[in-house]
């Protein structure tokens, strides 16, 4: 009986074709790659979970510094405020002529 799986063979070998191999090979290989799209859906579906596990949570020393974030937006609102002062001197030391200003009428 040729070509049996696993049959034990006149001399006691088992025989053992490369068509089974190839069989058992796909089947471990198909498992593997079932296993990992699932894997990969559940990740993808609950990477925040995952996230959460794999995020080291801030010390003291990082908390002390300050946010990269909110010194340059206090750097714009200083700027915002130095440039806002700057006009305003500008326009207090210029008068108001009629002739800057534009006058419409309807006739």
Known sequence: MAGGYGVMGDDGSIDYTVHEAWNEA???YL???LVSF???MYAKRNKRRIM????VPPTEETLSEP???DT???IRLRQQLE???????????QPQNQADSV???LE
């Open 26 to 28: 796909t089947n471990v």
């Open 31 to 33: 498992i593997v790659i």
């Open 38 to 40: 699932g894997l990969f």
């Open 52 to 55: 959460r596990i794999f995020s």
């Open 67 to 69: 946010n990269f974030y």
């Open 72 to 74: 340059i937006s206090k």
């Open 83 to 93: 440039m806002y002062s700057i006009s305003r001197k500008y326009d207090y030391q």
């Open 103 to 105: 006058q419409l009428s």
